[in-house]
């Protein structure tokens, strides 16, 4: 009998050394080269807040996740009721198409969120991530303008510091620099920029900002479909905070100038910021809003773009009168179901109380790192910890100092930040805000 050439896959694990060469080879990470050059830390499973390894880093098998799996698991990990969800769901059917079948978990989903977002949404597209969800609520603004004879509306507007995903349209309402837009000349279509919006949350209105932008508006108007934005906190283009009247600011100009307006709540939606969702910090309500990230509380990849009835009536009544968008795994019932119930978990209990109380413990525990040498500033808002820098963050330096006090944290550009599970307990916000704090002395 021939032998085979190469070494049969073991039946069991791979040894830790076999997965990370095969990792190194093969496997593309988030924004990494080919081959990987830094080593990342196996998981081998998880549960409640914390990631068990493979193999020990810093004397650590265990770290607690300070980053939710990017604003993801808001629940922890392994937890009992997502856990039944999803087993429930499998034993009746993991998936079926969306295309001219329907089924309950999706539909539970979609009427879920028109309930708990602001009362003019109400019509959803579910896509299978935030990026795509993104990609649909700008087809859903250009495709009403052309629906209602103004194609020549086509542009977006966004403020500097954003971040709204990775495919290229999204990728053009980036930040500038910090999506590398010199690099997609020609490739990336050309949006429109305004400075980025006065840092801080509780910082009152500044009148000649919105002066400016409503120049800008005023004088670009005829060719704009909508403004889109991060609502008061933006993410991973430079974890901002701005002030909920920058927003009543927007849907005021926008009215004014007959644009729509977009909200990307993916990274802020179901309860980060310390609100349900970032909006209802001002009491305003978008024509469109993306969901995602948390939506299923970390479990499975799905994300919702949800507009008004008067951008589906709009649509509805051009010349091609549908969304034109159908992903293979839209409204997959999985993710549906472990949705339903994460949304369930979340709003049968005192959330607010939970989210404050993290508040609380990262703004006690980070309340001496802004003094400390190479530390720009230090902000907190609802579950959400910052630290920048005043230099770019070596990160092999802070995530192994994060680690020696057994957290997981994962840094980027200035910044050491943290946006830990709402389940995390006051000792393990503690632990989280010290990892920080040698992430920020290391890095
Ligand atoms: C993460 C994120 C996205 C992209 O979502 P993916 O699921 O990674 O495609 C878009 N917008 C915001 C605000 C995000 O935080």
């Given at each position: 009998?021939?032998?085979?050439?190469?070494?049969?896959?073991?039946?069991?694990?791979?040894?830790?050394d076999?997965?990370l060469?095969?990792?190194?080879?093969?496997?593309?990470?988030?924004?990494?080269?080919?081959?990987?050059?830094?080593?990342?830390?196996?998981?081998?499973?998880?549960?409640?807040?914390?990631?068990?390894?493979?193999r020990?880093?810093?004397?650590?098998?265990?770290?607690?996740?300070?980053?939710?799996?990017?604003?993801?698991?808001?629940?922890?990990?392994?937890?009992?009721?997502?856990?039944?969800?999803?087993?429930?769901?499998?034993?009746?059917?993991?998936?079926?198409?969306?295309?001219?079948?329907?089924?309950?978990?999706?539909?539970?989903?979609?009427?879920?969120?028109?309930?708990?977002?602001?009362?003019?949404?109400?019509?959803?597209?579910?896509?299978?991530?935030?990026?795509?969800?993104?990609?649909?609520?700008?087809?859903?603004?250009?495709?009403y303008?052309?629906?209602?004879?103004?194609?020549?509306?086509?542009?977006?507007?966004?403020?500097?510091?954003?971040?709204?995903?990775?495919?290229?349209?999204?990728?053009?309402?980036?930040?500038?620099?910090?999506?590398?837009?010199?690099?997609?000349?020609?490739?990336?279509?050309?949006?429109?920029?305004?400075?980025q919006p006065?840092?801080?949350?509780?910082?009152?209105?500044?009148?000649?900002?919105?002066?400016?932008?409503?120049?800008?508006?005023?004088?670009?108007?005829?060719?704009?479909?909508?403004?889109?934005?991060?609502?008061?906190?933006?993410?991973?283009?430079?974890?901002?905070?701005?002030?909920?009247?920058?927003?009543?600011?927007?849907?005021?100009?926008?009215?004014?100038?007959?644009?729509?307006?977009?909200?990307?709540?993916?990274?802020?939606?179901?309860?980060?910021?310390?609100?349900?969702?970032?909006?209802?910090h001002?009491?305003?309500?978008?024509?469109?809003?993306?969901?995602?990230?948390?939506?299923?509380?970390?479990?499975?990849?799905m994300?919702?773009?949800?507009?008004?009835g008067?951008?589906?009536?709009?649509?509805?009544?051009?010349?091609?009168?549908?969304?034109?968008?159908?992903?293979?795994?839209?409204?997959?019932?999985?993710?549906?179901?472990?949705?339903?119930?994460?949304?369930?978990?979340?709003?049968?209990?005192?959330?607010?109380?939970?989210?404050?109380?993290?508040?609380?413990?990262?703004?006690?525990?980070l309340?001496?790192?802004?003094?400390?040498?190479?530390?720009?500033?230090?902000?907190?808002?609802?579950?959400?910890?910052?630290?920048?820098?005043?230099?770019?963050?070596?990160?092999?330096?802070?995530?192994?100092?994060?680690?020696?006090?057994?957290?997981?944290?994962?840094?980027?550009?200035?910044?050491?930040?943290?946006?830990?599970?709402?389940?995390?307990?006051?000792e393990d916000?503690?632990?989280?805000?010290?990892?920080?704090?040698?992430?920020?002395?290391?890095?």
């Amino acid at each position: 009998m021939a032998q085979p050439s190469a070494p049969a896959r073991p039946a069991g694990a791979l040894p830790t050394d076999t997965l990370l060469a095969l990792d190194r080879a093969h496997v593309w990470h988030p924004y990494g080269p080919m081959p990987g050059t830094a080593t990342p830390y196996v998981v081998e499973s998880a549960s409640g807040v914390r990631l068990k390894l493979a193999r020990p880093v810093e004397g650590r098998d265990e770290l607690v996740d300070g980053m939710s799996s990017w604003w993801a698991a808001i629940h922890g990990y392994g937890h009992p009721v997502l856990d039944d969800a999803v087993r429930g769901q499998l034993g009746r059917m993991s998936h079926v198409m969306f295309g001219g079948l329907t089924h309950e978990p999706a539909v539970r989903l979609a009427a879920r969120l028109v309930e708990i977002t602001p009362e003019p949404l109400q019509h959803v597209f579910l896509s299978d991530s935030g990026s795509v969800a993104v990609e649909v609520a700008m087809k859903m603004c250009l495709q009403y303008w052309q629906s209602t004879g103004r194609p020549e509306k086509r542009r977006l507007l966004t403020w500097r510091g954003g971040y709204h995903g990775d495919t290229f349209h999204p990728m053009s309402v980036c930040d500038p620099q910090g999506g590398m837009h010199h690099l997609w000349g020609g490739v990336l279509p050309d949006q429109l920029f305004a400075p980025q919006p006065p840092a801080g949350f509780d910082a009152p209105l500044d009148a000649e900002y919105a002066a400016r932008f409503d120049e800008l508006m005023e004088r670009h108007a005829g060719e704009l479909a909508a403004v889109i934005v991060e609502p008061v906190v933006q993410g991973a283009g430079g974890m901002q905070f701005h002030s909920p009247a920058y927003l009543r600011m927007l849907r005021e100009l926008c009215d004014r100038h007959g644009v729509l307006l977009v909200f990307d709540e993916i990274a802020t939606g179901f309860g980060r910021s310390g609100a349900l969702f970032a909006a209802d910090h001002a009491g305003v309500s978008p024509d469109v809003m993306c969901l995602g990230k948390a939506m299923t509380g970390g479990y499975l990849t799905m994300a919702a773009a949800l507009c008004t009835g008067e951008i589906a009536d709009g649509i509805s009544r051009g010349e091609m009168p549908v969304l034109a968008h159908g992903p293979t795994f839209m409204g997959n019932p999985l993710a549906a179901a472990v949705a339903n119930a994460s949304i369930d978990l979340l709003l049968g209990q005192d959330w607010q109380t939970e989210v404050k109380r993290i508040e609380t413990g990262l703004r006690d525990g980070l309340a001496d790192v802004a003094a400390l040498p190479g530390v720009r500033d230090v902000r907190v808002l609802g579950a959400i910890g910052v630290v920048q820098l005043d230099h770019p963050v070596d990160m092999a330096a802070a995530t192994t100092a994060a680690a020696r006090e057994g957290v997981w944290l994962r840094p980027f550009r200035d910044l050491v930040y943290t946006m830990p599970p709402f389940v995390t307990g006051d000792e393990d916000v503690a632990r989280i805000a010290a990892a920080v704090t040698a992430a920020a002395v290391a890095g």
